[in-house]
């Protein structure tokens, strides 16, 4: 069974920084685009960021210039790098990735997600 496995949240002060990790297990075949969501309390999830097996890579407005997207295909690992966090950045972080397994069709994957809380 494919999983998506994250980690790397935390509490973290204003300004600080924290890398999230997210690695994809199982029988994949292929994987196309990996990414991360947020959603805060009372809030719906929202993209954070994408990044394509190609390395395009795409970002929230809000979080331009501050987090960085990156992946290791050969370890089926996607992360993200995020500076300068701001309170407004605590939410709950879900990593996303469409994913093809052996003999089957790209189906699409979510984490279990990561507490990401950040102080003023």
């Known amino acids: 069974q494919v999983q998506l496995v994250e980690s790397g949240g935390g509490l973290v002060q204003a300004g600080g920084s924290l890398r999230l990790s997210c690695a994809a297990s199982?029988?994949?075949?292929?994987?196309?685009?990996m990414g991360w969501y947020r959603q805060a309390p009372g809030k719906q999830r929202e993209l954070v960021a994408t990044?394509?097996?190609?390395?395009?890579?795409n970002y929230a407005g809000s979080v331009w210039g501050r987090f960085t997207i990156s992946r290791d295909n050969a370890k089926n690992t996607v992360y993200l790098q995020m500076n300068s966090l701001k309170p407004e950045d605590t939410a709950v972080y879900y990593c996303?990735?469409?994913?093809?397994?052996?003999?089957?069709?790209?189906?699409?994957?979510w984490g279990q997600g990561t507490q990401v809380t950040v102080s003023s």
């Open positions: 996303n990735a469409d994913i093809r397994r052996p003999g089957s069709y790209f189906a699409n994957y």
């Open positions: 990044s394509t097996s190609g390395g395009d890579t």
């Open positions: 199982g029988p994949i075949f292929r994987i196309n685009t």
